[in-house]
Antibody, heavy 118, light 110 residues
Framework: QVQLVQSGAEVKKPGSSVKVSCKASGGTFSSYTISWVRQAPGQGLEWMGRIIPILGIANYAQKFQGRVTITADKSTSTAYMELSSLRSEDTAVYYCAREESGGYFDLWGRGTLVTVSS | QSVLTQPPSVSAAPGQKVTISCSGSSSNIGNNYVSWYQQLPGTAPKLLIY???KRPSGIPDRFSGSKSGTSATLGITGLQTGDEADYYCGTWDSSLSAEVFGGGTKLTVL
């Protein structure tokens, strides 16, 4: 059974960057798409972007264009989400999720809390 | 402000039925499949419904989904205290070229 295992919590200074990883444990990325979704404290879900690991093609929500980079390492079945120029409003739990062809997310990581504070 | 509109909260007694609405537009719900997610406190979202009305393996048939025009509805029958959670609808928005979610609905089982 494939699981998505995310890296641990991070505390960052405003203006810095954070890179969160998401490893497919018990399987490979195969032809899946991996999306990143974040959730600020007490708020709803917000899609940031996605990558098709076997093609290396990523696309991003307009809100995060220029500030987020999503990559994948096929050899280790690991996806990464790097967010730069961090500000306090980026404090959130960041989830990776497997996206099926119908546009739904059937498998989620447990989330990574990123706290941005001076 | 979420692209999809959900009621902030709904409540019902154990054993009763509840519905949660999700309203959008022709650029999202009107022309794309809708999915629903359950998020228990402190946990990651879990897929409940996909392709408007399909249930993944392991999801009881107490949960159902439907879509009409630019709105979708999640139904839950035989409510249990364990159903208390936040529920989100989601779909692709063709104008934004992005996955979009509703703001979430908190279900309270009284």
């Amino acid at each position: 059974q494939v699981q998505l295992v995310q890296s641990g919590a991070e505390v960052k200074k405003p203006g810095s960057s954070v890179k969160v990883s998401c490893k497919a444990s018990g399987g490979t990325f195969s032809s899946y798409t991996i999306s990143w979704v974040r959730q600020a404290p007490g708020q709803g879900l917000e899609w940031m972007g996605r990558i098709i690991p076997i093609l290396g093609i990523a696309n991003y929500a307009q809100k995060f264009q220029g500030r987020v980079t999503i990559t994948a390492d096929k050899s280790t079945s690991t996806a990464y989400m790097e967010l730069s120029s961090l500000r306090s409003e980026d404090t959130a739990v960041y989830y990776c999720a497997r996206e099926e062809s119908g546009g739904y997310f059937d498998l989620w990581g447990r989330g990574t809390l990123v706290t941005v504070s001076s | 402000q979420s692209v999809l509109t959900q009621p902030p909260s709904v409540s019902a007694a154990p054993g009763q039925k509840v519905t949660i609405s999700c309203s959008g537009s022709s650029s999202n719900i009107g022309n794309n499949y809708v999915s629903w997610y359950q998020q228990l406190p402190g946990t990651a979202p879990k897929l409940l419904i996909y392709d408007n009305n399909k249930r993944p393996s392991g999801i009881p048939d107490r949960f159902s989904g439907s879509k009409s025009g630019t709105s979708a509805t999640l139904g839950i029958t035989g409510l249990q205290t364990g159903d208390e959670a936040d529920y989100y609808c989601g779909t692709w928005d063709s104008s934004l070229s992005a996955e979009v979610f509703g703001g979430g609905t908190k279900l309270t089982v009284l």
